[in-house]
């Protein structure tokens, strides 16, 4: 199940918030990790390391690292959590469980806000099945309505370490917060459930616009439900159940090969069509390729009349979309080979901009 390796630190790379960049050499060979200095310590050359190789090894999508359990010879402090508040663990019996403090814990400084809360007072949230929608959909919200206040929720579907994603890091700037929720960690704060984290964004962090999605790293198996994001209809539920404005970014492509997930992917018609029991606005960009028009009017009349198709002009987008700091690709795919996808997800956050 786990591919160890021992390896010493050649030199250390580029760095974002969270995570940094090795070069490690093990068994002649120089292999690219990945090291967690909250969880590991600050890795420098020489330092010996433990690594889980496994998937790299595998060619899965881990972003072709290795990744760094410990630096044997060097162990890091303990933590301050140990001797102050904080009594949350995320990745709950794994070896690297995480103690963090809770948002929505008694220790908090805002368990009383939390606590009394129960609604969204109607706020937008945008719920995307793939982590590479985030940018998109920011750029789109920001297009429209500048001064938002959008927070990120974060699940944990894909990556559990916010850190791990370089587009949350690119984007820190424009956005005025971050929210881990369930076994995923490392944001601003933290929560138990999408639903004190949705409560966070909104009464903690002043959100005027949340944005949920899982983490980098999707699991998908080819199969209608075997797939992490379709947990996006649970999250349209939980925006419902607490009184906000559930907005389906639909994963629209008009690049991806795959019959499955051409026009309307089957993972968007699973998540809103079977999983998603609440209704929702589901943007739609227009105009659409005449190519895709026929196809993709068909999927959507497969959808259940509880949800709302919005029609969604796309003017100005392509330039928000270029603007963006962030690199933006799906699957391998760039803007210019799939700008259908890039469109939905940002003609979403248009929409949930204009619901504020």
Do not use: C
Not at 235 to 263: K, P
Request: no cysteine.
């Amino acid at each position: 199940m786990i591919r160890w390796r021992r390896g010493v630190v050649e030199s250390v790379g580029r760095s974002w918030a969270g995570a940094v960049e090795l070069s490690v050499a093990v068994e002649g060979s120089s292999l690219r990790a990945l090291a967690y200095p909250a969880l590991v310590g600050e890795p420098v050359a020489g330092d010996d390391v433990l690594l889980n190789t496994t998937a790299l090894a595998m060619g899965l999508g881990t972003g072709g690292y290795a990744l760094v359990v410990a630096l044997p010879s060097r162990l890091p402090p303990d933590p301050e959590v140990l001797a102050g508040p904080g009594h949350m663990v995320k990745a709950r019996y794994t070896p690297q469980q995480v103690t963090v403090l809770g948002v929505d814990e008694q220790d908090s400084p805002h368990h009383e806000v939390l606590a009394a809360a129960s609604s969204l007072d109607g706020m937008p949230v945008v719920v995307a099945d793939l982590h590479s929608a985030l940018p998109a959909v920011l750029a789109g919200v920001l297009d429209a309505s500048p001064a938002a206040r959008v927070v990120y929720v974060m699940t944990d579907g894909g990556a559990l370490p916010l850190w791990f994603s370089r587009s949350v890091a690119a984007l820190s700037g424009l956005l005025a917060g971050t929210v881990t929720v369930g076994q995923a960690f490392g944001g601003d704060l933290e929560a138990v459930t999408l639903h004190t984290g949705l409560l966070a964004a909104r009464h903690v962090l002043d959100a005027d616009v949340a944005v949920v999605s899982q983490g980098p790293g999707n699991l998908g198996t080819g199969t209608p439900w075997g797939f992490s994001g379709v947990a996006a209809g649970e999250a349209v539920n939980a925006v419902s159940v607490l009184g906000g404005r559930a907005v389906g970014s639909l994963r629209i492509s008009s690049g991806d090969a795959r019959e499955r997930h051409v026009g309307v992917s089957h993972h968007s018609l699973t998540a809103y069509g079977k999983v998603a029991l609440a209704g929702a606005d589901l943007p739609v960009p227009t105009p659409i390729p005449q190519n895709l028009a026929e196809r993709i009017g068909g999927q959507l009349a497969q959808l259940p009349q509880r949800h709302r198709i919005v029609e969604v002009p796309v003017g100005g987008l392509d330039e928000a979309l270029r603007a963006s700091p962030v690199r933006l690709s799906t699957m391998g795919r760039s803007l210019d080979e799939d700008p259908l996808y890039f469109l939905s997800a940002a003609a979403a956050g248009r929409h949930a901009a204009s619901l504020r």
